[in-house]
Structure formats: structure tokens, C-alpha cells
């Protein structure tokens, strides 16, 4: 399949959450919840803001959807439920993706941050950073599965997503 840049990292970004969301599996409620010092205090709360964080953007992007007004949102509480969200939320931005075009990707994109502060970005440096967003908190979100005891949380690098399908 061949992909536009957007669609590959929206696809890429589902599938990693998808591999994360797995591994979360191996620990009970109490372990996802447990505050072990990360920036949004445990695995929950960082699945959670990742959560929230892709619905302020698609929000932005799209001009439908919830968006939250914090950044440390519990948007739910029950992570079979949170796990549900992700998926649709993934789905919603996959959808996003496949109608970006390059000549799009140079457009201003005007909005208001979470502090009620206008901003403008072109609209690939926004793709970018809601991309890379996500990865920067998968990453602690392995570190925190390795905390807790999972002995091997998986990889979720780019290339293992990229290789088979390149």
C-alpha cells in the first residue's frame, strides 16, 4: 500500500498504540494507576493525556469532536473503555490523514491553545508535532510498563512498522 506522509504516520501512530495499548493488558488496574513519578503520574494518566491531547488537535484540525480544556484530563477512568477511545480517536485521525494533501501541508492553521492564546503553525508542522507528541509519550509510557514489571514492552519504533510494508 502506498502511502501519502501523513496517512504512513497516522498509520504508524495506530499501530503503536495498538502494541502499547496490548502490553498495558499485562498489568491490573491498580498497577496502571499506581503513581510512579511520571510526568502525568502513571501509566493511566499518560495514556490518558495522550488521549486528550489527539482530541484538542483533531478538534482543532477538523472542527468536530470533544476537545478538552486541560492537558492532564482523566477522560476515563476504566481502561477497557480508555483503550475503546483510543482506537476511535486513532481511526478518526487515520481518516484525517488520507484526505491531507501535499499542497496542504504549507496551509496556516489558526487556533487557540489550551492558555487561550491564538496561534498559527502550517498545518504539516502541526501533523508533525501531534505525531511526534505521541511518540515522545510512548516512550514513557515503555519506561513505565518496564517499571511496573513488564519485561518486555515492545518496540515500537517506526522502522518495525515501516519495514514489513515499505
Known sequence: MLYSHPSRMAAYN???NARLYDAATALNDFERKRDVKAYFTSLHGTLNHMLT???IWLK???G???APDRLDA???DQFSDLREAR???DKRLMDYAAEVRA???EDTLEYVNTRGEAKALPLGVVLTHLYNHQTHHRGQATHILRQL???EPPSLDLLYFALPTA
Do not use: K, M
Open 87 to 89: 482506537e476511535v480517536e
Open 64 to 66: 468536530e469532536g470533544d
Open 74 to 76: 482523566t477522560l476515563f
Open 103 to 105: 499542497d496542504q501541508l
Open 60 to 62: 482543532r484540525l477538523t
Open 149 to 151: 514489571g513488564v519485561a
Open 53 to 55: 491531547a489527539d482530541r
Open 14 to 16: 495506530t499501530w503503536a
